[in-house]
């Protein structure tokens, strides 16, 4: 088989401020944003790679969704337990400083781990983990 990751999901409740981290700080191409107001479909992705993308969204958006559900959600996104997502740069270091620079929430500083990998780690808008591992 050829699998390839094409787009992955981040919930954003607030896609202004989403879009200023992903585009401004990591430096993301934005490849679209549709809908209006809170309820924006944003997909941003590395330049270069338009093969991998990001779709950040509004979490409960589905219909399907109850109102117990969207409170969970909110609830879990409010803690930063609901979404995360493993980025990874060959310069670990400028990237922790731009990123910090930019008065993102810092919870890793750049760490050798005993696993193998140097990694740091930060939280987005919406309160998504977004560790950044180093590339060998």
């Given at each position: 088989?050829?699998?390839?990751?094409?787009?992955?999901?981040?919930?954003?409740?607030?896609?202004?401020?989403?879009?200023?981290?992903?585009?401004?700080?990591?430096?993301?191409?934005?490849?679209?944003?549709?809908?209006?107001?809170?309820?924006?479909?944003?997909?941003?992705?590395?330049?270069?790679?338009?093969?991998?993308?990001?779709?950040?969204?509004?979490?409960?958006?589905?219909?399907?969704?109850?109102?117990?559900?969207?409170?969970?959600?909110?609830?879990?996104?409010a803690k930063g337990t609901y979404g995360w997502i493993l980025l990874?740069?060959?310069?670990?270091?400028?990237?922790?400083?731009?990123?910090?620079?930019?008065d993102a929430e810092v919870v890793q500083e750049p760490t050798e781990q005993p696993y193998g990998?140097?990694?740091?780690?930060?939280?987005?808008?919406?309160?998504?983990?977004?560790?950044?591992?180093?590339?060998?």
């Open positions: 088989m050829d699998i390839t990751i094409h787009t992955t999901f981040l919930p954003h409740d607030d896609p202004d401020a989403s879009l200023v981290f992903y585009r401004d700080v990591l430096g993301f191409e934005v490849r679209s944003d549709v809908g209006q107001g809170r309820m924006r479909w944003i997909t941003v992705g590395p330049a270069g790679q338009p093969g991998t993308s990001i779709l950040l969204a509004p979490p409960a958006a589905d219909p399907g969704v109850t109102e117990d559900e969207r409170r969970t959600i909110a609830e879990m996104m990874a740069t060959r310069d670990l270091d400028g990237t922790f400083e731009k990123v910090q620079a930019a990998v140097r990694d740091c780690a930060f939280r987005d808008p919406a309160g998504n983990l977004v560790r950044i591992q180093e590339l060998r």
